[in-house]
């Protein structure tokens, strides 16, 4: 009954940059936070970049400076502005959302993945 559709990956040069957008849909009573993990060949799965629907952001050691996550409440939509993107920014990235379907049930959600890959 959620939805979480995300758009933006590709192929880019190292040095360049991507926007990776999602947008979460179906029957949302009120999202407490969006963000973004990522998943490179042969590794776990580690925390990108997320925020709070208090505007609290979190990020990754390794993205600090070049990445940035935003969000547009009124869409349930958040993003991730990448820049100066590095060879070991390749991985499926992966939005996530945690959200309340009804006033007292809440649960993780997960989109599908998209494929970020930066060249050397």
């Known amino acids: 009954q959620v939805q979480l559709v995300e758009s933006g990956g590709g192929l880019v040069q190292a040095g360049g940059s991507l926007r990776l957008s999602c947008a979460a849909s179906?029957?949302?009573?009120?999202?407490?936070?969006m963000g973004w993990y990522r998943q490179a060949p042969g590794k776990q799965r580690e925390l990108v970049a997320t925020?709070?629907?208090?505007?609290?952001?979190n990020y990754a050691d390794s993205v600090k400076g070049r990445f940035t996550i935003s969000n547009y409440n009124a869409k349930n939509t958040v993003y991730l502005q990448m820049n100066s993107l590095k060879p070991e920014d390749t991985a499926v990235y992966y939005c996530?959302?945690?959200?309340?379907?009804?006033?007292?049930?809440?649960?993780?959600?997960w989109g599908q993945g998209t494929q970020v890959t930066v060249s050397s």
């Open positions: 179906g029957s949302i009573f009120s999202i407490v936070a």
């Open positions: 925020r709070n629907s208090g505007g609290g952001t």
């Open positions: 996530t959302s945690r959200l309340y379907t009804d006033r007292s049930s809440w649960d993780d959600y």
